[in-house]
């Protein structure tokens, strides 16, 4: 069987872990959180970097950094993971939901305009599958309206945007906040965990407290207070030094996952891309503004009688591929809470793609097979 | 230097890792966290066990699973940690502070019924330093008027408590639902960490929706539903892989690390007993309900001069003593949100506890020169 995701050791994860055991410093905050910390900010240019125990937390501080009220209302992408709208309606946010592209499951960003009222407080488009979504008229409807941008980017480690001004930059350092994953099924993994990365100034200060459980325990260790108190609320948002030994494994070998992976995304391409355009099946579409990350490789059948079809040929073939989100709009949670909009085309990523497996690990007879079984047949759907 | 704290490893901790990291699976809610909550749940009589990133998140957990709303009213004593308190204000609660024992930093029990409001929703009782509050007394109450007992047993793994009907229970099976943590300062580690246990049963299904992100994920892989989606708030409340296999290291050795503690702990008591007694010092007092886990070893001193003295004849002389808490009521972030009630007995523990080194590999040769260097004073205060 060949897996959709099998999560990938550099060789150093265990000696780093033995590291941070052996140094009698597993809590948080130790020696290898301040070395991630300080690469990625430096790699991509972040305001301010801070990990966390998931991306689910990083979105749950933003939420809170930007003081998210009872009814404050907040635009996302109905096709997108639940934890990008419950961390908002944890605080008490109304979440407005935006339907999907026609060439990509990411944000339609000319919808966003017509969706703001005098309750919005922040747009949170996701860069599905690490490709940007239009941030320049993101950025440019936030500014006019006064809102926060906070990129759900836990899926979009080392991808780029290139605006108008021809400057690239990295996903993650636009919008005021940015939220990464590093789950198992990521690019670069520490089984459970994620970033955020603070680009407002604004932010950083309060960041650090909310991240020390509304504590002014990093001001402490620096020496800027003299004792240190409840100053706010917060959480328990830092991860163990477990958990960031494991990660700077990754980081350190970052160029060579990043190579690999794109390596295996450039074959799905080369090899499928007749195929879907013959028999008008969907595969990644890359706006020039953005760049690949590789996270994912997916195709997008014409409907969903198509889409079981393929999945079963897949599975038949010893080979697992698998379907992504469900219209949060339509979810048991939400549908009496939603105004009632239909989302076409959130329905339809939901109903037709397909992720094929991606992993570094993935040798080229493996990619061949995939897309030998997948274009033997045209699926009638 | 002794330093207060130091992690202990029992030697399988970087083989379990090894052993999670290399089964590809190191994402939440694996083996070793299934066996870390069965072990749990079938050696303390638990309803239910849920891993969680740490106390901190139990405690939010419970605030969730208890529907707590805007302006609910939460007692708890303000000697405590914050994020007993924070976990609730998250939620909106408005947080009761009560004033601790004059015997103990615990909540004064019999303060409790006198803080109930037609707002009150929940009692949040500490079990400071492993130590059991008095939990028929806070049962009793909790079923007078119709409240939720939720345990901060963040210290208090492996203690007991024994009630009027005779049965010794462990601290966390007894209220609706409990916290515990595995931070690197407590018995059993996991640099970062927690658990909730779940007694209640009507919270147990619940319970495990919030802590897979508000889906129904759990049930989808117990084949209980066709697919898995949104069905509630929640968050990203799971430990890696890393952390629980880290954590089963522990369990395993449960039994030799609880010994060696108690070892610790009661050479300090025999060593300064007599000392303050005739200097009118506070040393642990552990009532005939509880049982001992030696999580800490505390002094408490007369008053704050008589404590700054103390920890300076410990630093001299090359041990590292640190005192604990800030009354909560105080803090820069509560104090215009409090009552104004005085707390005095928070207050002197805040000004007056000492906690003294102790961990798994204190040597007795330690023990005796920390013992002698605080009982060859009297420190008048």
């Not at 919005?120 to 996701?126: D, E, G, H, Q, S």
């Given at each position: 069987?060949?897996?959709?995701?099998?999560?990938?050791?550099?060789?150093?994860?265990?000696?780093?872990?033995?590291?941070?055991?052996?140094?009698?410093?597993?809590?948080?905050?130790?020696?290898?959180?301040?070395?991630?910390?300080e690469?990625l900010?430096?790699?991509?240019?972040?305001?301010?970097?801070?990990?966390?125990?998931?991306?689910t937390?990083?979105?749950?501080?933003?939420?809170?950094?930007?003081?998210?009220?009872?009814?404050?209302?907040?635009?996302?992408?109905?096709?997108?993971?639940?934890?990008?709208?419950?961390?908002?309606?944890?605080?008490?946010?109304?979440i407005?939901?935006?339907?999907?592209?026609?060439?990509?499951?990411?944000?339609?960003?000319?919808?966003?305009?017509?969706?703001i009222?005098?309750?919005?407080?922040?747009?949170?488009?996701?860069?599905?599958?690490?490709?940007?979504?239009?941030?320049?008229?993101?950025m440019?409807?936030?500014?006019?309206?006064?809102?926060?941008?906070?990129?759900?980017?836990?899926?979009?480690?080392?991808?780029?945007?290139?605006?108008?001004?021809?400057?690239?930059?990295?996903?993650?350092?636009?919008?005021?906040?940015?939220?990464?994953?590093?789950?198992?099924?990521?690019?670069?993994?520490?089984?459970?965990?994620?970033?955020?990365?603070?680009?407002?100034?604004q932010?950083?200060?309060?960041?650090?407290?909310?991240?020390?459980?509304?504590?002014?325990?990093?001001?402490?260790?620096?020496?800027?207070?003299?004792?240190?108190?409840?100053?706010?609320?917060?959480?328990?948002f830092?991860?163990?030094?477990?958990?960031?030994?494991?990660?700077?494994?990754?980081?350190?070998?970052?160029?060579?996952?990043?190579?690999?992976?794109?390596?295996?995304?450039?074959?799905?391409?080369?090899?499928?891309?007749?195929?879907?355009?013959?028999?008008?099946?969907?595969?990644?579409?890359?706006?020039?503004?953005?760049?690949?990350?590789?996270?994912?490789?997916?195709?997008?059948?014409?409907?969903a009688?198509?889409?079981?079809?393929?999945?079963?040929?897949?599975?038949?073939?010893?080979?697992?591929?698998v379907?992504h989100?469900?219209?949060?709009?339509?979810?048991?949670?939400?549908?009496?809470?939603?105004?009632?909009?239909?989302?076409?085309?959130?329905?339809?990523?939901?109903d037709?793609?397909?992720?094929?497996?991606?992993?570094?690990?993935?040798?080229?007879?493996?990619?061949?097979?995939?897309?030998?079984?997948?274009?033997?047949?045209?699926?009638?759907?």
């Open positions: 069987m060949i897996p959709f995701n099998k999560p990938y050791l550099t060789g150093k994860e265990a000696h780093y872990l033995y590291d941070a055991v052996y140094s009698g410093k597993i809590s948080g905050n130790g020696k290898y959180t301040q070395k991630c910390h690469f900010k430096n790699k991509y240019g972040f305001g301010k970097c801070l990990l966390t125990t998931s991306c937390d990083a979105l749950e501080m933003a939420a809170i950094l930007i003081n998210i009220q009872q009814g404050d209302e907040v635009i996302m992408p109905s096709y997108t993971f639940v934890s990008t709208a419950n961390a908002f309606i944890l605080r008490g946010a109304k407005i939901f935006a339907d999907s592209r026609t060439d990509h499951p990411g944000i339609d960003e000319h919808s966003i305009e017509s969706l009222t005098n309750k919005t407080r922040a747009i949170v488009p996701v860069h599905y599958a690490g490709v940007a979504c239009d941030m320049d008229l993101i440019n409807i936030a500014k006019k309206y006064n809102l926060f941008v906070i990129e759900d980017a836990a899926q979009a480690i080392d991808s780029f945007y290139t605006g108008a001004d021809g400057v690239k930059r990295a996903l993650g350092s636009i919008g005021h906040l940015a939220a990464f994953s590093f789950h198992e099924t990521k690019n670069i993994i520490s089984g459970e965990g994620g970033m955020l990365a603070i680009n407002d100034p932010f950083q200060k309060r960041a650090e407290i909310i991240w020390e459980k509304g504590t002014n325990r990093s001001a402490f260790f620096k020496g800027e207070v003299d004792k240190y108190g409840w100053v706010d609320i917060g959480s328990s830092l991860p163990s030094e477990l958990i960031s030994s494991f990660l700077w494994a990754q980081l350190e070998n970052l160029e060579d996952i990043q190579l690999t992976r794109k390596r295996h995304w450039n074959k799905y391409y080369e090899g499928l891309k007749d195929w879907a355009l013959k028999n008008e099946i969907k595969i990644p579409f890359i706006p020039d503004f953005a760049t690949n990350n590789a996270h994912m490789f997916y195709i997008v059948a014409k409907n009688n198509q889409r079981h079809s393929i999945l079963k040929k897949l599975k038949d073939n010893g080979i697992l591929g379907f989100y469900l219209s949060l709009h339509k979810s048991l949670f939400y549908i009496d809470k939603h105004d009632g909009r239909e989302m076409a085309l959130s329905d339809y990523f939901s037709c793609l397909i992720r094929l497996p991606l992993f570094y690990e993935l040798t080229n007879d493996e990619i061949n097979k995939i897309i030998e079984v997948i274009i033997s047949e045209s699926y009638h759907g």
